[in-house]
């Protein structure tokens, strides 16, 4: 795909299993982890925490990044959007009070693909840092 996901707009050539463009990543997720994160903002945690997905790469890039090497350090690696559908079910069934997708905007289509029609029983955070 020629991407134009983002404002970037940078026409990167990326696919499933290629990289490419400023984010720097193939089409298919890529994942550095996913854990119940006891950390974000106190109405994201609940009493046990964001069901947080870290993915890998960024469309950012910001000199300053708390996460570099996830965001641009190339840290991370592929899941399918059936196993990234099994990762939000896995938070939700370990008592995530959402589902906290961080750096998501380059993996779009397979996030969304992966959430499908819903619904879901907690809300959907685009942590997205912008
Ligand atoms: S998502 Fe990545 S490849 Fe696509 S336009 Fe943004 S930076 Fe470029």
Redesign the pocket.
């Known amino acids: 795909m020629t ?4 404002p ?5 050539p ?1 696919t499933p299993d290629r990289p ?4 720097g ?1 193939p089409s298919a997720p890529v994942v550095a982890r996913a854990m119940l994160h006891q950390w974000e903002e106190p109405c994201l945690v609940g009493e046990h925490g964001a069901g947080a997905v870290f993915f890998s790469g960024c ?1 950012l890039r910001c000199a300053y990044c708390q996460n570099k090497p996830i965001s641009q350090g190339g840290v991370g690696k592929p899941v399918s959007v059936s196993r990234l559908r099994e990762i939000f079910r896995e938070l939700i069934a370990g008592g995530a009070a959402c589902l906290d997708l961080v750096t998501p ?2 993996f779009a289509p397979a996030i969304l693909e992966a959430l499908g029609d819903g619904p879901w029983p907690v809300p959907v955070v685009w942590n997205c840092g912008g």
């Open positions: 991407c134009a996901l983002c970037r707009n940078c026409r990167g990326r490419g463009g400023v984010c990543q469309n905007t380059h």
